[in-house]
């Protein structure tokens, strides 16, 4: 397979003035016909190539000529006028049998559109890149009732209907859905009083009671970026559609947002307080791509960190806004720390702006997205919010209507605030998590803080230059009030120190406040400076950490030296829980310890190797001893946490549920799980039933309880894969494995649905001991079924490969065994571009 490199960029040969489409649809014969105006780019000649990929070429023509193209398996090329024409295609496609997701597809007899990133090729011949861009109008004919498309409906008749996106839009925006749909209706008035037409389209039936949620949080969302980035909407329309097969969450396509069903639709009985926040953060982030994405897009691939990065960031802003700022800043790191850390330490290392790829779809990452957010998160810190809002508002006024770049984006920042951001731009080009050591000392009322950066080697770069690292530090007096106040540091060098004048006594240094940069922080820290910091810090981020790396201190005691908790933990944890005047989202955030996976990359840092068995049950036991200690408190607590009156998924009122079923998570260990049948029992919303359950199923009871959640919601398929994966989640270590493979024996298994294998194979990766049994029994049944699934659906299975990417971390056994694994797939016959390149970046 072909390697793409950013540096051989080459804009394309020719401008499309319009493009008209027009849809025949049949389910295993789809006709489309294009007809585009071409015009010769003088400045960039080049050959007429356009993209074309499963398509079965029925006739061409030139200004109405016939013409015979040269077809190859990924596009054509024909020889063409050196002045303006008029393309002509007819292509054949068959959605019915489209099981990849990708182009046009069916979902349960509904046609949609997958088009990003490369997928517009699938349904007719044309240049399928991001920076050819072109208005299109769109006829769709055929029998159903609903027939969508990008844009404002012009104009419809019976079987058919035609639209215009008045917007030049490259054509992974583009976007097509007919079927027999209900909508949920609604409108909202932009600031500038154009009344703009909601619909949130789903299947006729139970789905129509789960819409209300998402129209409010799209409404929610327009409104906010309004006030926050003044960005008002552009269409007369904007319609969402559910689907049920959807390979990500969901797509931005310009005015017609597909999203996966389990990221929009939502029920309080249904779903949980986590599904609503998601459903929230995801209609928020793909309505806010209308101008991080789509009226300003990327130039190309490499570039889809300006568009993901931004639209993250934003979407992050929203939901702090929505709720709590500090739980949202604490629940991204804790993401970042985890997934993308480990991204970034392995052997899928790649820069936020990566250099080169063979199949993009396997860069729509965590780094690209996550740590694409941190870097703008980093840019506003240091540029201030008001030269933030400059900045933004010169790059939509600048750039509207463009394909742009990463150069385009640091740009406007350079020309609003006269900064120099060009050490600042080695965030983009280098991959790893710098390190960043520090050391303190203390003379003469001066305290100075003395830091190293350093990042690892990531494959393809062995030396890494200093970054710019805005380092948010406050001091604390030894009695715990705030002697400094939080200021952010500049560390620009490799070393560098920095002085605090004045000070009476040496103070404790609260480093890297709200999080302020993706690093890693070393430093020598005691346990009753961590359990200070617990207590007295002021700065909520800093104050769970300090938690968090008690915590991990005391598990890796426990793993190592089998050594009893430190009292400094439990008293913390103590003092913490007891404390009404902090928010109980932020104290169920303090009582949850690390993942099993956090644990493994912890000791695997410190130079053990883990194993995954022992840290499940160190987990288990401060569990068990934390329950212990807390006990008496724990009622009062669950008392306080009741939340009267009918549900509503509102963080204060989700806060209070998040930290009663923490509770109930503790209490379970103590009561043989009593309290958690009634919980379960009592529920009256799929958050208490869920938690009850889980309860339950995480003290190896609850067998009754499952079967009855099985009948309860066997119609309901987006509950049937939390069943799905809280059966894999919560299986004994020693019974993951066989428990996956029982489920897919399931009547309701389908592996062709992304959702279901996920909720199964995706909660056996992710149960860290269960995977890791020593017999390798996982790392063979998840390989078995990822090879099954590469022949259906090659996206989903090279993104599923990522359950591998830690191997090295293991003792030999392990690693052998997962490596054979690793090896069987990039043998299979067959193997897509996707999982090969995965396979192969990770054996590489
Ligand atoms: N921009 C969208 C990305 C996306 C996608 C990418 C590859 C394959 C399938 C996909 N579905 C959606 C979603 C987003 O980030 O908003
Ligand atoms: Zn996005």
Known sequence: PQTIYLKDYRPFGYYLDDVHLTFRLAASATRVVSRISVRPNVDFPGEFFLHGQDVKLIWAKIDGADVTPVVSADGLTCDAPDGPFVWEAEVEISPATNTALEGLYMSNGVYCTQCEAEGFRKITFYPDRPDVMSVFCVRIEGELPVLLSNGNPTSHGDGWAEWLDPWPKPAYLFALVAGDLVAHSDGFTTMSGKDVALNIYVRPGPDEAKCAFGMGALKRSMKWDEDVYGREYDLDIFNIVAVDDFNMGAMENKGLNIFNSSCVLASPETSTDSNFERIEAIIAHEYFHNWTGNRITCRDWFQLCLKEGLTVFRDQQYTGDQGSHAVKRIEDAITLRSRQFREDNGPLAHPVRPESFIEINNFY???????????????????????????????????????????????????????????????????????????????????????????????????????????????????????????????????????????????????????????????????????????????????????????????????????????????????????????????????????????????????????????????????????????????????????????????????????????????????????????????????MQLAGLAALLRISKGEDQSAAFRDQWRADRLVMDKWFGLTVSLAAPDLAADTA????????????????????????????????????????????????????????????????????????????????????????????????????????
């Open 365 to 687: 990452t965590i780094t690209v997205y996550e740590k694409g957010a941190e870097l703008i998160g980093m840019l506003k810190r240091l540029v201030g919010d008001d030269a933030y809002r400059k900045a933004l508002d010169l790059y939509f006024t600048r750039h509207d209507g463009d394909a742009a770049t990463i150069e385009d984006w640091l740009q406007v920042f350079e020309d609003t605030t006269g900064r120099d951001l060009t050490q600042f731009k080695r965030w983009y080009s280098q991959a790893g998590t710098p390190r960043v050591t520090v050391t303190d000392d203390f003379k003469d009322g001066v305290y100075a803080l003395h830091f190293e950066q350093q990042t690892p080697p990531t494959p393809g770069q062995d030396s890494k230059s200093a970054q710019v690292i805005p380092i948010a530090v406050g001091l604390l007096s030894q009695d715990g009030t705030e002697v400094q106040p939080t200021t952010v540091l500049e560390m620009t060098a490799t070393t560098q120190s920095f002085a605090f004048n004045g000070l009476a006594e040496k103070p404790v240094p609260s480093l890297l406040r709200d999080f302020s940069a993706p690093v890693i922080l070393q430093r020598d820290q005691t346990n009753v400076e961590r359990a200070f910091l617990m207590t007295h810090d002021t700065d909520p981020f800093n104050k769970w950490d300090a938690g968090d790396a008690l915590a991990k201190d005391v598990l890796t005691k426990s793993i190592t030296e089998n050594t009893a908790p430190d009292a400094a933990y439990l008293d913390g944890i103590t003092a913490i829980l007891r404390n009404d005047a902090l928010d109980p989202a932020f104290r169920a955030l303090c009582l949850s310890l690390p993942s099993e996976d956090d644990m493994a990359k912890a000791l695997h840092d410190a130079g053990t190797v883990p194993d995954p068995l022992a840290i499940h049950h160190a987990i288990e036991a401060l569990k068990l001893t934390t329950a212990q200690h807390v006990q008496d408190i724990l009622p009062r607590i669950q008392a306080d946490m009741i939340v009267d009156g009918p549900y509503s998924p509102d963080a204060k009122n989700a806060g209070k549920r998040s930290l009663a079923n923490s509770v109930l998570g503790l209490l379970s260990r103590l009561d043989d799980g009593a309290a958690a049948a009634k919980q379960y029992a009592d529920a009256d919303n799929m958050t």
């Open 741 to 844: 493979l029982r489920l897919t024996q399931e009547p309701d298994f389908d592996m062709k649905n992304p959702n279901r294998f996920r909720a199964v194979f995706g909660a056996l990766a992710g149960h860290s001991a269960g995977f890791h049994a020593p017999s390798g029994v996982s790392y063979r049944l998840l390989g078995d079924w990822l090879a099954k699934l590469d022949a259906i659906n090659p996206q989903t299975t090279a993104r599923m490969t990522t359950a591998f990417e830690t191997w090295r971390r293991y003792d030999v056994g392990r690693q052998d065994q997962m490596r054979d694994v690793l090896e069987t797939l990039a043998k299979t016959a067959g193997l897509s571009r996707d999982t090969g390149e995965m396979v192969g970046r990770m054996l590489g």
